[in-house]
């Protein structure tokens, strides 16, 4: 075995255990410093070690079984160590970003004889503790504590009391390795390829159900929903067949041929139907016993009661009578469920090694109405952002629960030694001007997959740390709202109300030139092979990365997005979450009586039903039909989760319109339905059918006096042309009574689904560079809202200033001229407050909860040596705001406001 072993280098084995690709680069500085700190040569020590297993001699270096591996995080640097005579690796490194228009730089390995590395098998053993159970270590990425919490709670599941509190600690656990052997891994490679799938799909070797089932268990909800898998696969199978079924799982390999089974970035949520238990949703009535209860059967009841009593619509099922179900959020919320999440982020081990209960992972998304908001953004924020996150979260709140525990004593104890390390952050420069998008393109392209903190300068600007980087956000988030870009649906001809000349961070400009709407931004449905289009895509692509950042960094940055747009980052609501579970539980009920008799195996269903085209005559043409099958359009990952209210927000004058013709379908369909007419009668009433006078006034038209076409206009110039078909010469089609259902039907596809798909598209795959944007699926689009931008409309009144300010150093709470301050505080309107905030704190919004909840708090100092005709001046970074005692409110004010329409970050 040694031979074996020594072509395993533990370089192998460390890359498959890092946080990130990039191990951290030691400082310069320390190496001219003898005496480096414990921390340091940690830090380096795998890497010492990784280079001794170079070739000696010619001679590679045999097994060390007293070899160390240790996992690395590229995110951290060594914990601080406040000890005399230890230096310290700096927490900020500079990042140089390539120019707008040059190449990313690739780099090109080097030229060395590749050793190809031998499958490895392992086997988790614990000796005397769980010794009739192995742990096969395999599969999606996990760590070996994971793995040893499923081996003794699989051991013990069945033991008493005395065995559950077991601490698994305790024993020594032994991981045995072996090679793997040729014909293990084709017999493991070859049940999930392809070709096999498409051989045996509809067979005993294969059933249809036994492929949804693993979807159902690989494969993220947007999948799910838009291949229409989610429910019981009993059911599903009869409504999908073999060629959707191949498709769809072409689509989740994502390369339509890879011959190995799929290994997704991210850990996905169960997206089963059930919510705790990964088997088959089964209503109560197909049980052995009808009157049993599971968990599932309560969690399902409670996401039923919950979208009802949220009011989103009137729920009406089966054809019955609509439902309206008055009980405020706080009554579904569990405090036992709520303090056992907060338990269990608790536990340092189970979070930095991404071995936290599945349960919690599943409740949170499924059932988010059982935790508060602040428990929900709690578990979001310890666990979407990767272990070196997580370990920096827990250490912050172990600083925290500490610093309570101490009081007002100014000691300082040395808790050193439990830190793991600290979280890197990045610097980038970049400059001013006409090039910062571009710019700004660069730095999210690059920094998209990092896990260290993103801090940006200004060019030749003195500010550092927190205020330019906010800055940054903020002209970024502005840039974004261009009309001009053409990302966003607005519209020339009906200017809406929330247009006006405005400041949100390149200075002044006229209405017109950012798109306000009422409704928030949404994207403008686009000609989706145009080359124009690719462009847009790009910066969707980019605002999604750019978003996600801002989540990972708790940055605010004040972009109003609209509702629809909020609700497809969370992956639906409340409504769609009722009405998915409500159809799942009636699709099973429906199937249960329809199948009870079945008795043929499910191949042999298959040879007499399965149709994929026309008819199949024997086996050979059937097989030919599953080899190559039809080429079904994939359907969006959004599909289903925007509705006709959603088009009424966002587009609502061409909703408007097209409410008209639903109404006039209506009527015809009313008059068709009539017996009671004779053919003469209803031929004049079809004929009468008229729509209100689009002007408004004068008397009603004909739908063909429109001469309206299957074509659609867009409502602005921007977006670079004038019309589109909606369907196959679709200019050629005019619009009349006949067809106008189906006009309705293809203008709203085209605005909600095929014109915004390759943009939405491009954000989902940005976004989730940085995390997965599944993670968001615990939160309604409003707590979305908050999370991105915080309050968008900041308000305080008089207690609020008083309350939540610090005055000092020349000022308090009854000086003059502090109370002046507070007086034009309470004066200014909307837009000031929001340039107040951004020149005070960096951001034009405030976070949940208002002042009360900024942090560090507002402090306002008197500034020396200034009079009337001086201008306050601000440490962003701190919310330091240094203001002159001025004679009059008058002046106080307008000093104020010219001070917030200055930019850039000098010494003051």
């Not at 060390?64 to 060594?78: G, I, N």
């Not at 160590?81 to 490194?93: E, I, L, S």
């Not at 036994?210 to 690989?218: A, K, R």
């Not at 300082?412 to 998008?437: C, I, N």
Request: net charge negative; proline share 6%.
């Amino acid at each position: 075995d040694n031979d074996f072993l020594d072509t395993c280098r533990a370089s192998t084995l460390l890359a498959e255990l890092e946080d990130d690709d990039d191990l951290p680069e030691p400082d310069e500085d320390d190496d001219e410093n003898e005496d480096e700190n414990e921390e340091e040569e940690e830090y380096e020590e795998v890497v010492q070690e990784e280079e001794e297993y170079e070739l000696r001699g010619g001679r590679r270096r045999t097994w060390d079984d007293e070899f160390v591996l240790k996992r690395q995080f590229s995110s951290l640097v060594p914990a601080f160590d406040p000890r005399p005579g230890r230096t310290n690796v700096q927490q900020t490194q500079d990042l140089e970003i390539p120019p707008p228009g040059s190449e990313p730089e690739v780099a090109t390995p080097e030229q060395e004889e590749t050793v190809p590395t031998p499958q490895l098998v392992l086997t988790l053993k614990a000796p005397g503790f769980v010794d009739s159970v192995e742990q096969t270590l395999e599969g999606d990425p996990a760590t070996i504590f994971s793995h040893i919490q499923h081996m003794v709670a699989s051991a013990v599941s069945a033991g008493g009391r005395a065995d559950r509190l077991r601490r698994i600690w305790e024993p020594t656990y032994i991981i045995v390795y072996r090679e793997r052997k040729e014909e293990e891994e084709v017999e493991k490679r070859g049940r999930w390829t392809v070709e096999f799938v498409e051989r045996a799909l509809g067979t005993d070797d294969l059933p249809k159900s036994e492929l949804i089932s693993y979807l159902q268990q690989n494969a993220d909800t947007a999948f799910l929903r838009r291949w229409k898998l989610t429910g019981a696969p009993k059911s599903i199978r009869k409504n999908r067949n073999c060629a959707q079924l191949v498709a769809a799982y072409k689509e989740f390999l994502g390369s339509g041929g890879e011959s190995k089974p799929p290994t997704p970035q991210h850990k996905p949520v169960v997206h089963t139907s059930n919510i705790l238990s990964e088997g088959d949703f089964s209503p109560p009535h197909a049980r052995e016993d009808p009157s049993s209860c599971t968990v599932d059967d309560v969690l399902q009841l409670l996401r039923i009661l919950y979208a009802v009593a949220s009011d989103v619509a009137d729920i009406d099922t089966e054809g019955g009578d609509s439902h309206h179900f008055n009980v405020s959020a706080e009554e579904f919320q569990s405090k036992k469920l709520t303090n056992k999440v907060i338990q269990q982020t608790q536990d340092p081990l189970s979070l930095a090694a991404g071995a936290l209960p599945d349960w919690c992972e599943k409740l949170t998304n499924k059932c988010p109405m059982v935790f508060p908001f602040e428990t929900r953004q709690l578990y979001f924020n310890c666990t979407a952002f990767g272990c070196s996150r997580a370990i920096v979260w827990l250490q912050n709140k172990r600083d925290a629960a500490l610093e309570r525990s101490r009081g007002p004593s100014p000691r300082r104890d040395d808790h050193h030694e439990f830190r793991v390390g600290r979280l890197k952050h990045e610097r980038v420069k970049v400059p001013r001007g006409e090039s910062l998008m571009e710019w700004a393109v660069n730095v999210m392209r690059l920094h998209a997959e990092r896990k260290s903190v993103l801090e940006v300068e200004f060019v030749g600007e003195e500010g550092t740390g927190l205020g330019p980087t906010l800055e940054f956000y903020a002209l970024v988030a502005a840039e974004l709202q261009r009309k001009s870009l053409g990302l966003w649906l607005c519209d020339d001809d009906f200017p809406d109300d929330q247009a006006r000349e405005v400041d949100i961070g390149h200075g002044t400009k006229p209405p017109g030139y950012y798109v306000q709407r009422a409704c928030g931004l949404f994207p403008a449905p686009l000609q989706q092979d145009a080359e124009a289009t690719e462009r847009v895509a790009s910066m969707f692509h980019f605002l999604g990365i750019f978003l996600a950042k801002s989540l990972q960094d708790g940055r605010l940055v004040d972009l109003p997005l609209s509702r629809p747009f909020l609700k497809l980052m969370c992956v639906g609501d409340a409504e769609n979450s009722m009405t998915e579970t409500c159809a799942e539980y009636h699709r099973s009920m429906s199937e249960i009586d329809l199948h009870s008799n079945e008795t043929q195996s499910e191949a042999s269903t298959e040879d007499g039903t399965e149709i994929i085209t026309g008819y199949i005559t024997d086996d050979d043409s059937k097989f030919d039909l599953v080899q190559d099958p039809p080429k079904p359009k994939s359907p969006a990952w959004f599909t289903g989760l925007l509705n006709w209210e959603d088009f009424e927000l966002v587009n609502p004058h061409r909703a408007r319109f097209l409410n008209q013709l639903k109404d006039l379908a209506a009527k015809k369909r009313a008059i068709l339905n009539d017996n009671s007419l004779s053919e003469e009668d209803r031929s004049n009433q079809l004929q009468n059918l008229c729509l209100v006078n689009p002007v408004g006034t004068g008397p009603p038209c004909k739908l063909e006096d429109l001469g309206l076409d299957f074509t659609y206009s867009p409502s602005s110039k921007v977006y670079g042309f004038s019309h589109l078909d909606l369907k196959p010469n679709g200019s050629d089609e005019h619009l009349s009574l006949d067809n106008l259902e189906e006009y309705v039907e293809v203008m709203f596809d085209f605005c909600m689904n095929t014109g915004v798909r390759k943009q939405l598209e491009a954000f989902r795959a940005g976004f989730s560079e940085v995390f997965p944007m599944e993670k968001l699926q615990g939160f309604s689009p409003t707590e979305v809202q908050l999370m991105i931008s915080g309050d968008q409309a900041p308000s305080w009144i008089r207690d609020d200033i008083l309350n939540y300010t610090e005055p000092k150093l020349g000022y308090t709470r009854e000086s003059p001229g502090f109370q002046r301050f507070v007086n034009v505080m309470c004066n200014l309107n909307a837009d000031e407050r929001k340039a107040f905030l951004q020149f005070a704190t960096g951001c034009s919004s405030l976070p949940p909860g208002g002042l009360a909840n900024l942090y560090p708090r507002l402090t306002i100092v008197r500034k020396v040596d200034a009079s009337d005709g001086s201008f306050p001046s601000v440490n962003t970074c701190v919310h330091y705001l240094k203001l002159p005692e001025y004679s009059s409110e008058e002046i106080l004010r307008e000093r104020l406001l010219a001070a917030t329409r200055e930019k850039g970050f000098h010494l003051n």
